[in-house]
Every structure is written in C-alpha cells, then in structure tokens.
C-alpha cells in the first residue's frame, strides 16, 4: 500500500511541476514578446517541460551544468530560434512611398511625392 501512495505523490509533484515550468515559460515568452503562435504550438510545451526542472528550493532551472533561468533561456532561444523573435512593426523602410509615420498611416506628404511620379 505504501508503494501505490508514494507513487501517486510522485505522480502528483511531476504533474504539478510540469504545470509549474509551463507557466514560467510561458509568462517569459509572453513578457519577451514571442508570439502566441509559437507558444501555444505544442512543440513549445515540449521544448520547455524537457529542458527545465525544479530544484529542492523550488526553483525553475535548465538541466544540465550551468542552470539558466526561464527569462535567460528564452531570450538565448529567440537568437537561435528568430521565428520566436517579436514581428516587426510598421513600414517597410525600403520604399518611401509606405513609409508610416509611426501611426500606420502614410504619411500626406509622401502620398502628394508619390502622386508627382506616379
């Protein structure tokens, strides 16, 4: 009897663990500005829950010899990883006829520029 109950104690700190490590990831991505397609892809959950664990204190750590944090691992993953990068926002910077000027918007001086060639 004893044998089942430890059992189901472990089965219960690795379940509660992994929902621990999920959280943490997922609060560090949001926070990075990684975008939620990549964390809700199940490939995320799997990437995280194998490559963290919780230590005695209760820390969320990286396995291995030199323990990062969530923060510190998702930021060196987003260099590895540029699909986990931000999106970019705004113009092109290429072509001055769609350039914004910070608002989305075209700017009327541009337009009038473009209309004189166009």
Same mark, same amino acid.
């Given at each position: 009897?004893?044998?089942?109950?430890?059992?189901?104690?472990?089965?219960?700190?690795?379940?509660?663990?992994?929902?621990?490590?999920?959280?943490?990831?997922?609060?560090?991505?949001?926070?990075?500005?990684?975008?939620?397609?990549?964390?809700?892809?199940?490939?995320?959950? *799997?990437?995280?829950?194998?490559?963290?664990?919780?230590?005695?204190?209760?820390?969320?750590?990286?396995?291995?010899?030199?323990?990062? *944090?969530?923060?510190?691992?998702?930021? *060196?993953?987003?260099?590895?990883?540029?699909?986990?990068?931000?999106?970019?926002?705004?113009? *092109?910077?290429?072509?001055?006829?769609?350039?914004?000027?910070?608002?989305?918007?075209?700017?009327?001086?541009?337009?009038?520029?473009?209309?004189?060639?166009?």
């Amino acid at each position: 009897m004893i044998p089942d109950l430890e059992a189901k104690v472990e089965s219960y700190k690795a379940a509660s663990n992994r929902s621990r490590i999920l959280d943490a990831a997922r609060k560090a991505a949001v926070s990075r500005k990684v975008p939620q397609n990549i964390i809700d892809d199940p490939d995320f959950e *799997t990437i995280v829950v194998n490559a963290f664990a919780v230590d005695e204190m209760g820390n969320i750590l990286t396995k291995g010899d030199d323990p990062q *944090t969530v923060d510190s691992y998702i930021a *060196t993953k987003q260099k590895d990883r540029t699909h986990w990068m931000p999106q970019s926002q705004g113009g *092109t910077g290429n072509d001055p006829i769609r350039a914004t000027s910070g608002d989305g918007m075209v700017s009327d001086e541009l337009a009038a520029i473009a209309a004189l060639f166009g």
